[in-house]
């Protein structure tokens, strides 16, 4: 048949039109001094005020400054925005001393007056900005009363009653909110959440939907220039997809690589591999409420039965170390370094269980997610502790839903739905955690823990100036969640990247921030 | 006649899309989860999660809540995303060209790829065409698109580094046609693979049917030449049963550009949609998936008013 050679040759020849078409290689199109990076989500908001999920905090660290700031290796604070800060003997109002001469993105002055209309649009209703929000993670700041200028560059702010994690809230993420350009938010309105504007190393240049977000260096920051020109994120949701583009060389730099993965890019010299671990947690909420974990001998069983070491090695592949308690170690001065994890001991889970009344094992429910942020790989570990619980005597039936749905089932109690839930929480202080989940009656509680002791500790803490002092309080709080064993601890994550060797300065930090002011590309 | 067949269809589609925005909203509203305590994350305090829910209208019943949408909908205001914090349509309009492109060229693919070798592999019945071809179709069918998209990732990609792996364009000097088309190659084709076997198969069928038939004997005896023979005679007579189905294919590869778009990060709708239902964002899910229905509804007719054209009897029907 005539006709139908003239297809076939047809198609040789496209076959060869697309070879040709790729010879120029994916790879090697980034500029030299601009830094593309693989992100995990799309930005929501360029307000750090109305910022709520950790990959937005990634990006504005870079634009946004408070006015304190995290040290570069650890989590605790040095000057920002402020260069000195004072506290009252009743510790209620924070007096910070500004550093003169920094200027906003758009040239104008930071002073008292622009730190005073960022925390009045966050923490007064009246304020004529207040409805450019809503702020949901203002509160971890603290209960500010007021905020008043002393002079162009003092400012006190007050609280209704003693709060000590707000110096390391002020320097953390949510932060960066005092470094706004008020002339921004006054010109924008609503849409500032669109365009942004502080007083960081990096501005905000160009925000296509689903393809770029791009930042351009600041050339007046007053720590001097960076070494970049710029940076670009990509959102690229499907972790799969964003290690072919790290491998194709379509991003020069790649936050959370998928356990699986990472032998790849450590076993090839053309990469750079990072890990830092941070104040994350991820555990197993018990329903504290009811039958049969409201016998803390089987709340003990289940952190016997399960084995951390197992999970952490063989899931997670090395991406996570086991937890002893509620307070991370990247909290070195309030973590209790003394405290050991249960050990997995299923006999000992066994002998607990038939001690409360249990001998022939029990039957729960378990709540797993598919997803979630910090969530590791939630389905893999769940089923993992389902057999390892089930080996011990405790039955668990999965319950699997997707992410917003499972916290809505949860964050309003557990009792009379589950037994057990999977859970993570990313913090910057080691009060939040604590307070928002274990003391009596507190938010989201949702295992209804409760322990006078424990809630007086985290009260002492939380009013505590002296931070040994509160060290020391929060050290005796994990003693006794640890023994109390609401929770089962099983594991801190570190976060991981990749960069190409071309990448040098780069390093990840404690607060899951990603800092880029420090890195260069060759 | 034709017109006011026309006419007819086009009074029908205010109907469907009534039907469209009711299903729509149900659909979502029936999702589980808290829109507001989605927005803003796990630890909201109870006042902000009702500030939220008053700005976006869910403390107000149902009916109310439908009655509002549609009435701001009727008048162009597809409402604002709580979550991009910029107006739906916006957001909508910049995701809508590159879906619309990838699904085009993925359809015109699929249909000329399809119908090219479902004619050959008609014409070369149970020869070795006709027996590649149907191997083929067959993996072509059973494939799902995405794990088809991530093998030509791996392959063309990572491995060969012909062509990019995502996107739709470079992040530097890039944009141009030329650059949009090396991006477009990979997943228009991963796309395109499923529905394209589809059309093969059914295309050789109605050839095969067709070509049994007395007319083609005739138009044989007469001594026309075959290619005269196959393409109008033939394949005219075929393709009044093949054009219904490029618009029902028109509907698959816009629902598969959700995974796709996905896979291959291309800024489109679909990925567009998969963001905005984990994010819970209401508005922007319900203007989403109502202006992908109104595309399949406008496709299915000009596929109705195509095969129309080609077979007289349906506009008397």
Redesign the interface.
Known sequence: ?Q??RL?RRGLLAGTAA??A???R???A???NN?L?IGHV??L??LDPAQA??ISDFRILANIYEGLLRYKDDTLDVEPGLAESWTLSPDAKTYTFKLRQGVKFHDGGDFNAETVKFNFDRVTQKDHPYANTG?F??V?TLGPVEKTEVLDPYTVAITLKEPYSPMLTMLAGAIGGLAGISPAAVKKYG??F??NGGGTGPFKFTLW?????FVLDANPTWWRGKVKLAGL?Y?????E??RV??M????TDITIEVPPDNIATFTASKNFTFYEQSGPHLWYLMLNCKEKPFDDKRVRQAANYAINKEALVTEILKGTATVAAGVTPPAFTWAHDNDLKPYSYDPAKAKALLAEAGYPNGVDVTFYVTESGSGMLSPILMGTAIQADLAAAGIRAKIETY????F???I?PGMEGKAQVAELS?MTQDPDMHPF?ALRTGA??NSGRYSNPKVDALIDAARAEPNIAKRGALYKQMQDLIADDAPWVFIANWKQNAVSSAAVKGFKLHPSFTTRFWDTSKA | MLNSYILRRLLLIAPVLFGVTIIVFLVISL????PA??????????E?VA??RH?LGLDESLPAQYGIWLFNLLQGDFGRSY????PVIV?IM??LF?TLLLAGVALVLSSVFGI?LGI?AA??QNAW?DKVITVAVLIGISTPSFWLG?LL??W???R?????????????GGGGVWDV??HL?LPSCALAAVAGAVLVRLTRGAMLEVMRQDFVRTARAKGLP??RV?FVHAFRNALVGIIPVIGLEAGFVLGGAVYIE???????IG??L??AI???DILLVQGGVLVIAFAYVLINLLADIAQSLLDPRIRAG
């Open positions: 048949m006709d139908f297809t697309i070879a078409f790729g010879a290689r994916a790879s199109q980034t500029p601009v593309v989500a799309e929501q908001t709520v999920t809503p949901p993670f509160f609503k849409d959440a669109r296509e939907s689903g393809q770029r670009v990509r959102p690229i949701v499907d799969n997809a072919s583009e491998l194709s060389g379509g997707e992410w917003n749905t916290l809505g089932k964050i929480f928002l938010p989201v | 999702v589980p989860g808290d305590k989605a927005i803003l994350g796990t630890f909201a305090t109870p902000a500030q939220v700005d979550i991009l914090h910029k957001e910049a995701r590159p090219l050959v014409v070369r065409p991530i990732i791996f063309f990609g990572v060969l580094a012909w062509l990019p792996v995502g996107g739709m364009q470079e992040m530097f088309t090396r190659v075959e290619r196959i996905t896979v291959f990060q291309w800024p489109g990925r567009m998969v963001s984990s994010t819970r």
